[in-house]
């Protein structure tokens, strides 16, 4: 039975959401290319395949694709028949959703590539790239994203009494519900906690990065993400 996708650019952060009556009787989560499934390493050959099909083109009008290689993957999900990959290094990022017929194994989906707009600074600790949702802002939910040297732990609060650790592997996270029941009235948060295990940070998970509640400034004062104000808080860099 056929998915409903709708893929949203905006800021650097993509998302996606899929409504599948099927269910989703297959989940991984892989940090890196060292933890992937066959399937998943099929959907990371194929993002590099796109990719590599873009910088080819070379559009004028279009920014310069990132250059990618395996080596590059930082977290790979799977549900099911679709499968979504997340590509860092120090140029920028790629993101791919690939979906694969059951029964004639062709592959479908769609990638977006984009270089870091502010090297490699953050808002903050952490910086949602990549969220999916098997419900409009609910449901269960698929996260990746990048984190600070700061960050020892990170975790999905899902406003209900409970939560969902991430997993951190060099400088990227990811983390996948399951029976979640998310809704956005119960406001969950991905909250984020230091070495020490004292929290450092706390911020909407539906919130997309042009929506930040703060503005960040790097440690020479220059303005990198949000509208500028007397609150800034500090930026902090990646921490690969």
Do not use: K
Request: proline content about 5%; some cysteine.
């Amino acid at each position: 039975m056929a998915a409903t996708v709708l893929l949203v650019v905006s800021s650097g952060v993509a998302a996606v959401v899929w409504d599948r009556t099927d269910g989703a009787n297959v989940q991984v989560l892989a940090m890196g290319p060292g933890e992937l499934s066959p399937t998943l390493r099929d959907a990371a050959d194929q993002c590099l395949r796109w990719n590599a099909a873009d910088n080819g083109r070379g559009l004028a009008e279009d920014p310069a694709p990132v250059p990618l290689s395996l080596t590059d993957l930082a977290v790979a999900i799977e549900r099911s028949d679709r499968a979504l990959v997340l590509f860092m290094n120090g140029a920028g990022f790629a993101t791919c959703d690939v979906t694969f017929d059951q029964q004639t194994r062709e592959r479908s989906g769609a990638s977006g590539t984009d270089r870091w707009p502010h090297g490699e600074w953050l808002p903050g600790p952490v910086q949602r790239l990549l969220l999916t949702s098997t419900e409009a802002d609910g449901g269960d939910v698929s996260v990746s994203g990048r984190v600070s040297g700061r960050v020892g732990r990170l975790v999905l609060d899902h406003g209900d009494g409970h939560e969902t650790v991430a997993r951190l592997s060099g400088g990227a996270f990811g983390l996948m519900t399951t029976d979640a029941r998310l809704t956005a009235d119960n406001a969950p948060r991905l909250v984020s906690y230091d070495a020490a295990g004292v929290e450092i940070d706390r911020r909407p998970l539906f919130q997309a990065e042009d929506q930040l509640t703060h503005c960040y400034t790097t440690p020479a004062g220059t303005l990198i993400y949000g509208t500028p104000s007397d609150t800034c808080l500090p930026a902090e860099a990646w921490g690969r």
